[in-house]
């Protein structure tokens, strides 16, 4: 009798998981196939909804209209021809000099005007943008979530960071590293065959995509820092000549079209287009950090590693030992801004003191973190944090320093240097720093690409930099009238 309820309890057990499984399966409408899924439409949506807050908080939004316009045009001329086309795709520039592209689910496709700056023609940029698209009509953000091989990138942390104190780290570590994740060679095949159709369909010359590709890989070895395209996106040897064949093949269908790539259209739009690190956003230079815009500078511990980004700037000791971070504090005042602190991380306070720092009101606070057990029965050692809370030009800044309280007295010092020398920046110098921006020139005289760009004031040592930028060599000739990219301020 036991034997006989076992048996029909397995049963029963074995028909629920089947429905479970076949109620978890969704059809994927690229491949028209069924497929196992633990995301729905619905979820991929609502993720990218949450994601997208976290993206522009990260890296902030570049401010110019026409080429905005540009994108979310193409965006939803490409979007009408997927295979999700109900989706409810938004389009976004992000102020980063990162050379990447990425998506999330739910229809969020991002540009770095990095990338946008390294891009041709229109051609190019419509090629990525399939590609990107590609992803998302294709599931594939849905399938590694699936697989559960999310990425945890996390940007800083876990570089300067150790796991310990992240918290204080302002990085959304799990749900920005969906952003980055390593799709499969085959993940990203199929995006590359659904970027071919998408920019054929809407009229582009999808070869030129294969020819961006092409610049990758001139740049690889180049890449450092935050995750680029050359990471998150890997690159077959062969890949090059595979996207030019699917190209053939799609135009082969319609031999008689005229397929666009709209290079100097691309070129007009993108002219002051700001190039590299935007230094009036903060930047790090000779052992300090400098703030053009919000007139503050503070020093920085030698050899530590160091991100700025529009919510924070963050350092960090090489080992992961020791972090700092700066950023606006919350409060209606000094003092309400430090007890929220110390409340609102649930610290043990050691001491606090208030006095007038460089001229700047400020509030100072020692506290420590107790030792304790996660749910995992892993033990996270005791933290010892120090924060500065300034006032400033009508606003509240906050210095916090992150260190185990066993190696504290290592790094108080260079927490104190730091913390006490936040001050008023007043050198008109470091005050008036411009970007370099993409200075769009028409060649005057035929000739090689290095004669024309030394012509036009670039540098020697920055030449392959523009020949890159360009898309061309060094050795290639120019013809006059030729539009080409230089940088100037």
Request: aromatic share 10%; charged share 20%; with cysteine.
């Amino acid at each position: 009798m036991q034997k006989s309820l076992s048996t029909a309890f397995k049963s029963t057990l074995m028909l629920a998981l089947v429905v479970m499984l076949f109620n978890t399966c969704a059809y994927n409408p690229v491949t028209g196939k069924k497929e196992l899924s633990l995301m729905s439409t619905e979820k991929e949506i609502n993720l990218g909804k949450s994601y997208d807050p976290q993206v522009v908080a990260q890296y902030g939004l570049y401010e110019n209209d026409e080429i905005q316009k540009f994108i979310t045009d193409k965006g939803k001329e490409m979007a009408a021809v997927s295979h999700r086309p109900e989706l409810p795709y938004e389009f976004k520039v992000l102020d980063s000099p990162i050379i990447n592209a990425f998506a999330v689910p739910g229809g969020y496709v991002y540009f770095t005007r990095g990338i946008l700056a390294h891009f041709n023609n229109e051609a190019e940029f419509a090629g990525v943008l399939g590609h990107e698209i590609g992803h998302i009509t294709a599931r594939h953000s849905a399938k590694q979530y699936t697989k559960q091989t999310l990425a945890q990138v996390g940007f800083i942390a876990g570089v300067i960071a150790s796991k310990e104190f992240r918290n204080y780290a302002d990085v959304a570590q799990q749900s920005l590293g969906l952003l980055f994740l390593k799709f499969s060679r085959d993940n990203e095949s199929q995006s590359d065959q659904l970027g071919v159709e998408y920019s054929t369909k809407i009229g582009y010359d999808a070869v030129k995509m294969a020819n961006f590709f092409n610049t990758l890989k001139r740049m690889r070895g180049d890449a450092e820092g935050p995750p680029t395209m050359l990471s998150t996106h890997p690159d077959p040897g062969d890949r090059y000549n595979k996207v030019g064949q699917l190209a053939q093949k799609w135009q082969a269908k319609d031999p008689g079209a005229n397929y666009a790539v709209n290079r100097d259209s691309y070129l007009r739009m993108i002219d002051g287009l700001i190039y590299g690190e935007d230094p009036r956003q903060g930047y790090f230079d000779d052992g300090k950090f400098f703030h053009p815009e919000l007139k503050f500078e503070f020093p920085v511990p030698n050899q530590w590693q160091t991100l700025n980004s529009p919510q924070a700037v963050q350092m960090g000791q090489k080992d992961g030992k020791a972090m700092m971070v700066l950023r606006i504090a919350q409060g209606e005042s000094l003092d309400a801004a430090a007890q929220s602190f110390v409340t609102d991380n649930k610290l043990t306070l050691v001491n606090s003191s208030k006095r007038r720092i460089n001229g700047l009101n400020s509030v100072q606070v020692l506290a420590s973190q107790p030792a304790a057990q996660d749910q995992s029965g892993n033990q996270s050692p005791e933290l010892k944090i120090v924060a500065y809370f300034y006032e400033y030009n009508g606003l509240m800044y906050q210095i916090l320093g992150v260190a185990q309280s066993v190696d504290y007295p290592v790094y108080s010092r260079d927490f104190e240097n730091t913390m006490e020398n936040f001050r008023q920046l007043r050198d008109q110098n470091r005050i008036n720093v411009q970007p370099e921006r993409v200075d769009v020139v028409k060649v005057n005289r035929s000739g090689s690409l290095r004669s024309v760009l030394q012509a036009n004031g670039v540098a020697s040592d920055r030449l392959e930099e523009f020949a890159i930028l360009n898309s061309m060599e060094l050795n290639d000739n120019i013809a006059s009238g030729t539009l080409i990219k230089v940088v100037g301020k």
